[in-house]
């Protein structure tokens, strides 16, 4: 997966009043008007699927497919060029990944009895999937790379530690470069981050977990913002920071820990959740948590060009018709919908150098029209990643977990 967008970013905090926080006219019609529409539509409320989260995760693994196949690599890695270069913004794909993460992890702590118990449940649904996927590839590395393969190796290890390659640079040896064995893999360190302030948040204190969290994610997302702003915006606060701050910020949360740039996405999750539980009985708080998201999302929205700001929106949208508005996703409640989201993970682990590699070799069958045979392969990923979810992932989730650890 390639990593971070890279789009033309607006410097922060550069509007003045609301606008300084992020705050758009579009997102502020949509939180203020919202909650007095909730009492009109309170029938809808009862009726919430959860499962719809799976047809989200399927348009998230259909976006990112688009992107990689049509957009992400330079246009002379593939036969069509750039001449169906329309998903620039697939990335994003991963970002809704991770606001799905950020709900689902709150719903799975709140059904965990302990910290142990978790880990355990993660490592075994994450864990055979990297190892499998990693090995697939790497034969197919050996097959069709030029690499040494003293460096398939370490690509291969770095893959299966789960870790972020710099981390293991400055751990072990610099001269080492460890690096991904398919470049996909750098959205599960943020993940395995998140996993770890969550549930170490949750299980000091499960009553406080949602105030803790969103504590230590607006700490996250204050001092992102100040360093971005005073060192590479317009430095609206006119402070005068040491330049050391900037280089601290760099080497640990923009290299190594990289959990704040991408910690909003978790946090819009969780705090749809937190909606989600009381969608019934409206609290007070949820007036606070309409109000954070606003600012938060707001945030991200004024640092991006006109198109992301198009599936950011969309992105919120979705979610608050999950939480309030559900039966308006029922034309997104498919099986086939679900049954890739659920095979998603397998499908994003396998499909970008595997896919680069058959669109590399072996869509000259289909010229001129090149793009049939990607679309064809990223039907076949998805059926593969359906089978492999049904008739192998589960036996083994299955037989770890009635090994080491009762299902939570």
Request: glycine content about 4%; proline content about 4%; aromatic content about 22%.
């Amino acid at each position: 997966m390639a990593g971070p967008a890279a789009t033309n970013r607006k410097s922060f905090l550069e509007t003045p009043f609301l606008g300084s926080f992020g705050f758009s006219k579009l997102t502020l019609i949509i939180f203020l008007y919202f909650p007095g529409l909730i009492s009109s539509f309170i029938y809808f409320m009862q009726q919430s699927r959860v499962s719809v989260l799976d047809s989200f995760r399927a348009i998230a693994i259909f976006y990112v497919m688009l992107y990689h196949f049509f957009s992400n690599n330079p246009p002379v890695n593939f036969p069509y060029g750039a001449t169906y270069d329309y998903f620039r913004n697939g990335t994003y794909g991963v970002q809704f990944f991770f606001i799905i993460s950020g709900f689902v992890i709150y719903y799975t702590l709140n059904n965990t009895a302990a910290f142990k118990r978790f880990w355990a449940n993660r490592l075994i649904r994450l864990y055979p999937s990297i190892v499998i996927v990693s090995i697939i590839i790497f034969i197919v590395f050996c097959i069709y790379s030029k690499y040494t393969f003293e460096t398939r190796l370490i690509k291969l290890s770095t893959s299966l530690s789960l870790l972020n390659p710099e981390i293991l640079n400055v751990i072990i040896h610099p001269t080492i470069k460890f690096s991904y064995l398919d470049y996909s893999n750098w959205s599960l360190w943020p993940e395995i981050q998140f996993y770890l302030l969550a549930s170490t948040l949750y299980f000091l204190n499960p009553k406080r977990f949602f105030r803790n969290y969103i504590i230590v994610s607006c700490i996250c997302i204050l001092y992102r913002i100040v360093i971005l702003n005073t060192f590479l915006g317009s430095n609206i606060l006119h402070w005068h920071l040491p330049v050391e701050l900037f280089s601290f910020y760099q080497n640990w949360f923009d290299t190594l820990l990289t959990l704040p740039t991408y910690i909003t996405y978790f946090t819009l999750g969780v705090c749809f959740y937190e909606l989600y539980k009381n969608k019934t009985n409206f609290v007070k708080s949820n007036l606070f948590i309409f109000f954070y998201i606003a600012i938060i999302f707001s945030i991200e929205l004024h640092a991006v060009g006109g198109d992301q700001k198009i599936i950011l929106v969309a992105m919120l949208l979705l979610f608050i018709s999950l939480v309030y508005f559900p039966k308006m996703l029922r034309f997104l409640d498919t099986p086939i919908l679900n049954k890739i989201g659920v095979a998603s993970y397998f499908i994003y682990l396998i499909h970008q150098y595997i896919g680069l590699i058959l669109i590399q070799n072996y869509s000259h069958f289909f010229k001129p029209h090149y793009f049939i045979f990607t679309l064809l392969m990223i039907a076949a990923f998805c059926m593969i990643g359906i089978w492999y979810t049904q008739n192998v992932d589960k036996k083994i989730i299955k037989y770890l977990r009635r090994k080491y650890t009762a299902p939570s």
